[in-house]
C-alpha cells in the first residue's frame, strides 16, 4: 500500500516505512528494542498531555486506527496504539523515529507489533578470538509480522496516522492472557503502594501477587506479572536504600577472602531472593567473647526513619566505651528474618548466648529473642520508650509541660517497686489517664523496661542517666538518616577505626596516667592498680560517698548480719545490706552491684565500718580491669575457635560446588538433559528448604560453630543430592553414595562433640584466668595488710 502525503513541511520530505524515500533534510533513527531484552516496562501512559483524538476519547476500545486520524500529541497516539492491541492481543514497541535536521525534533514514529522483523545475532569476540558462547538460547519473538501504525506530525503540531497495517502474521493472544504481553505489564500507582506496604511486612513477591490477584479480582486484572513485581521490589529497594545491596555483598566476599575468621551471611527468602545482609569481622567476634555477657540490638533506624535499615549488635568494653559484635542490613523484618538473624549471629558467636540483650520495644523482635534467646533476660530500650511517649502523648506534652519531667521521673528515679507503682498511678489519676491504650500497654511490659524490675540482672550499666542502651551509640556521627548504601561502607570503616582509637586511647591513658586518689583507703588504692580509669572513677565516686553514710545493725545471727545504711540526715530514704562475715559478701537492696557489676556505696559503707579494707575477689569482675582482655591461653583459645568455625564450612562449600559444576557440564549437552538435571536441582532445592525449617540452618561464609545445622539456607539453590533425585532403580554407586552419606553424618556428630569439648575447654581456661586473678588480688591484699 501507499501511504498519502499529508501537510508536509517545507523542510521535510515524505517517507514511509518501505523504502519510498528518505530526505535529505531528516535524520531516521532505529529503536530495534526486543521483547524480553530489558526488564523495564514500557508505561503506555507515560507523558500524555491530550486524551482526545479527532474529538473522541482515545480510550474509546471499540475504536480502530484509520489513515488521517488525528492526536493531540506523539504520547496520546502511542497510548491509543497500545490500548487497540490489548484489545486485540498483541504487544507494541517503537521502532522507527524521524527527527529533523533543523532542530532535531521528532517528527514521525512508527509503532509496530512486537514481533516486527527479524533477530540479528550479533558475535561477540571470545577470548580465542572465536564467537562468545550464548549461556542461555533466547526464544524466537521475532516473525517478520508487518502490522504497524505511522504518525507524523503538522504544521499546526498534531499527530496523523500517515500508514496503518492491521493484518498479523501469528496467532494473537486472548484476552486471559493479555496481562502477560511487555507492553501491556504496567505497575499501577495503587498496586504500588499495596507491593511497598506488604514489602514492608516482609511478605515476599509470590505471597504479594496473591494478595493482589485477590484483591483485583484475577491475574489478568492485575495487569503485570510476578516478574514485574518482583522487579519493582528491587528498584524500590535500591531506590530506598540509595545503591545496590550487591556491593555490599561484594564488599564483605572480599573481606572474607582477605580473612577467613570475617564472617558473613545471606538470607533468602521463600522466592530465593537477597532477603538481609548479616557480617561480623575477626575484632567483633573476640570482643564478644570478653564483653558478651549482655548485648544491644540496635534498630535505630526505624524510629529515627533512617534511609539505611541498619542493625548493629554492640557491648560495652573495660572501659564503657560501646563495642561492635556484628552488623545486620535489614531488608525484610518478619519474624522469621529476625528469628534467622539472631540465630546467624549466635553461630559467628560460637553459639554463646548473651546474659542479658536490649531491643526496640517491638512485638516481633519480642517473640524472636524468646525463640532464639529463651535464658536471656530481654529488655526494651527505656530511651525508645520515652520518643514513644512524645509521639503517643503529643496532645498531652503541649497542654501539661510538666507531664514529660513527672514521667521520666517515676521510671528513672524510683528505687523500689512499691515506689514505682505508686507514683505511676498517681501519675495516672493525676492527668487522667486511665483510658490511654498505649500507657496500658508498657505498664504491661513494665517488667522488660523499668529499671526497678531489672536491677536483678547484669547490663554493664554504670550509671542511672547512662545512655548505652539509647540505640545507635556505636555509629553516632557516621550513619544518619540520610547516609545511602553507597555512602557507608566507607563510613563504617571509619566508625570501626574510630572506635578502636578511642579504645587505645582509654588504655594508654589507664597505663600511663595514674588517678589522683582522695582518701588514704588501702581499697582505693587497690581499685586504682586494677581497674580501667574510668570504672575507677566512678568506684571512687561510690567509695568517697562512703564518708556520708552510716550503717546501723538491725538484725544479727550467726550467718548474716543486716545493716540499715542511710545517709547522713537523710534517715528515712535508708538501703538493706545483708552482710555474711565468714564468706565477706554482701547484698544490698539497691542491686547496683548486680545490675553494673561495681560494687555500691552502701556495701562499701558496711565494709568499712567492719574493717574490710581490700575488695573481696568475688566483688572484681575482670571484664572491668585493665586485664579484661589479657592471658595468654586465653587469646590462643579464641584464634583457635574463630579458624576452627569455618573448616567444616569449607568443605561442605567445595563439595556443592563441584557436584554442582557437574550437572551444569552435563545438563547444558541436550534438551533431555538439561530438563532431567533441572527437575533434580528444583527437587534438591524443595528438600534444603525442608531442612532448612526443620533444623533452621542459614548460609554464611565463614564457618560454622557449635548448634549449626548440616543444612544451609541461601539465596540460592544449593544443588546437593542431586544424584539421588533423578529416580530408576537403585544402582552399586547409589549404595556407596549411601554408605558415605552415613558415614559424613558419623563425622559430623563427632565434629559437633569436639566442638563442644572446645567450648568446654574454653570455660574451664576463663576459671583459671578468674582463679588467677583472685589470687592476685589476694597477694595484694596480704602485702597491703603486712604494711599496714
Avoid at 43 to 50: A, L, Q
Avoid at 122 to 134: L, S, V
Avoid at 296 to 323: C, E, I, K, M, W
Wanted: charged share 25%.
Amino acid at each position: 500500500m501507499e501511504f498519502e502525503p499529508l501537510g508536509i513541511r517545507n523542510d521535510v520530505m515524505e517517507f514511509d516505512m518501505f523504502g519510498l524515500g528518505v530526505g535529505d533534510e531528516t535524520i531516521d533513527i532505529e529503536h530495534p528494542i526486543e521483547e524480553g531484552e530489558s526488564n523495564q516496562l514500557m508505561d503506555p501512559f507515560d507523558g500524555i498531555v491530550s486524551g482526545r483524538i479527532s474529538g473522541e476519547v482515545y480510550g474509546d476500545m471499540n475504536l480502530e486506527s484509520y489513515e488521517g486520524m488525528e492526536f493531540e500529541s506523539e504520547e496520546a497516539a502511542k497510548a491509543f496504539y497500545n490500548l487497540y492491541a490489548r484489545r486485540v492481543g498483541f504487544s507494541t514497541r517503537i521502532s522507527m523515529s524521524r527527527r529533523s535536521r533543523r532542530d532535531g525534533a521528532i517528527i514521525q514514529r512508527s509503532f509496530v507489533c512486537a514481533r516486527e522483523g527479524f533477530r540479528v545475532e550479533k558475535e561477540k569476540p571470545g577470548r580465542d578470538g572465536g564467537g562468545a558462547r550464548i549461556k542461555r538460547p533466547r526464544a524466537e519473538t521475532r516473525v517478520g509480522c508487518k502490522a504497524m501504525l505511522v504518525v507524523k506530525i503538522q504544521n499546526s503540531g498534531r499527530w496523523v496516522v500517515s500508514g496503518f497495517v492491521k493484518e498479523h502474521n501469528h496467532e494473537l493472544v486472548p484476552p486471559d492472557k493479555v496481562h502477560c504481553l511487555r507492553s501491556h505489564r504496567h505497575v499501577s500507582g495503587p498496586a504500588k503502594l499495596l507491593i511497598d506496604t506488604l514489602q514492608g511486612a516482609g511478605i515476599g513477591p509470590s505471597g504479594i501477587m496473591s494478595a493482589l490477584i485477590k484483591e483485583y479480582g484475577g491475574i489478568s486484572s492485575v495487569g503485570f506479572t510476578e516478574r514485574d513485581c518482583r522487579n519493582y521490589m528491587r528498584s524500590s529497594k535500591q531506590r530506598t536504600l540509595g545503591g545496590d545491596p550487591q556491593t555490599l555483598l561484594d564488599y564483605l566476599k572480599q573481606k572474607h577472602l582477605e580473612n577467613p575468621s570475617f564472617f558473613y551471611a545471606v538470607q533468602g527468602d521463600e522466592d530465593h531472593c537477597m532477603s538481609n545482609i548479616f557480617w561480623a569481622d575477626p575484632e567483633a567476634r573476640s570482643n564478644f567473647i570478653y564483653f558478651g555477657d549482655t548485648v544491644t540490638f540496635d534498630t535505630t533506624y526505624r524510629s529515627n526513619r533512617f534511609r539505611l535499615p541498619f542493625a548493629p549488635f554492640t557491648g560495652v568494653n573495660h572501659h564503657g566505651q560501646p563495642v561492635l559484635f556484628g552488623c545486620a542490613l535489614l531488608l525484610n523484618e518478619s519474624e522469621a528474618s529476625f528469628s534467622w538473624l539472631f540465630r546467624t549471629w549466635l553461630m559467628a558467636m560460637c553459639g554463646k548466648p548473651p546474659l542479658s540483650i536490649t531491643t526496640d520495644h517491638d512485638r516481633v523482635i519480642r517473640l524472636a529473642v524468646r525463640q532464639v534467646f529463651p535464658e536471656a533476660r530481654h529488655r526494651f530500650c527505656k530511651w525508645h520508650i520515652f520518643k514513644e511517649c512524645q509521639e503517643k502523648l503529643s496532645h498531652l506534652l503541649s497542654e501539661h509541660f510538666n507531664f514529660e519531667a513527672e514521667f521520666h521521673k517515676c521510671v528513672s528515679f524510683t528505687e523500689s517497686i512499691e515506689e514505682f507503682e505508686a507514683c505511676w498511678f498517681t501519675l495516672i489519676d493525676k492527668y487522667d489517664l486511665g483510658e490511654n491504650e498505649w500507657l496500658q500497654a508498657i505498664y504491661v511490659d513494665r517488667k522488660q523496661w523499668v529499671p526497678v524490675y531489672l536491677r536483678d540482672t547484669f547490663f554493664a550499666e554504670i550509671s542511672v542517666m547512662q545512655r548505652s542502651d539509647s540505640m545507635n551509640s556505636y555509629f553516632d556521627g557516621y550513619v544518619n538518616a540520610s547516609t545511602t548504601l553507597q555512602q557507608f561502607i566507607k563510613l563504617y570503616e571509619k566508625a570501626v577505626e574510630s572506635r578502636y582509637e578511642k579504645e587505645v586511647k582509654a588504655d594508654y591513658d589507664t597505663m600511663h596516667i595514674g588517678p589522683a586518689l582522695k582518701t588514704p583507703s588501702p581499697m582505693e588504692k587497690q581499685a586504682a592498680e586494677i581497674y580501667t580509669r574510668k570504672l575507677f572513677i566512678k568506684f571512687q565516686e561510690e567509695l568517697v560517698e562512703t564518708l556520708t553514710f552510716l550503717a546501723t545493725k538491725v538484725d544479727d545471727n550467726e550467718a548474716t548480719t543486716v545493716f540499715q545504711v542511710a545517709k547522713f540526715g537523710e534517715s528515712h530514704k535508708s538501703y538493706l545490706v545483708h552482710y555474711n562475715v565468714r564468706e565477706i559478701k554482701a547484698s544490698c537492696s539497691c542491686q547496683m552491684f548486680e545490675f553494673s557489676g561495681l560494687l555500691c556505696r552502701h556495701i562499701l559503707t558496711v565494709f568499712r565500718v567492719t574493717n574490710v579494707l581490700t575488695l573481696p575477689p568475688c566483688y572484681v569482675l575482670k571484664r572491668w580491669t585493665r586485664n579484661a582482655k589479657s592471658g595468654l591461653m586465653l587469646e590462643e583459645q579464641t584464634c583457635n575457635l574463630l579458624n576452627n568455625c569455618q573448616e567444616s564450612f569449607n568443605v561442605r562449600y567445595k563439595n556443592l560446588q563441584l557436584e554442582a559444576l557437574k550437572y551444569v557440564d552435563e545438563g547444558v549437552k541436550d534438551e533431555e538433559c538439561y530438563q532431567v538435571a533441572m527437575d533434580a536441582l528444583r527437587e534438591a532445592a524443595h528438600k534444603v528448604a525442608i531442612a532448612k525449617k526443620t533444623d533452621g540452618g542459614v548460609s554464611n561464609s565463614s564457618g560454622t560453630c557449635k548448634g549449626e545445622s548440616a543444612t544451609q539456607e541461601s539465596h540460592v539453590n544449593n544443588p546437593f543430592e542431586a544424584r539421588q533425585l533423578g529416580g530408576g532403580p537403585s544402582t552399586p554407586v547409589d549404595e556407596q553414595d549411601k554408605k558415605i552419606q552415613k558415614l559424613t553424618r558419623k563425622l559430623e556428630r563427632a565434629r559437633q562433640k569436639c566442638e563442644l569439648y572446645r567450648t568446654n575447654l574454653l570455660t574451664v581456661l576463663k576459671d583459671i584466668e578468674q582463679q588467677k586473678l583472685q589470687l592476685t588480688v589476694k597477694v595484694q591484699s596480704i602485702k597491703l595488710g603486712m604494711k599496714n
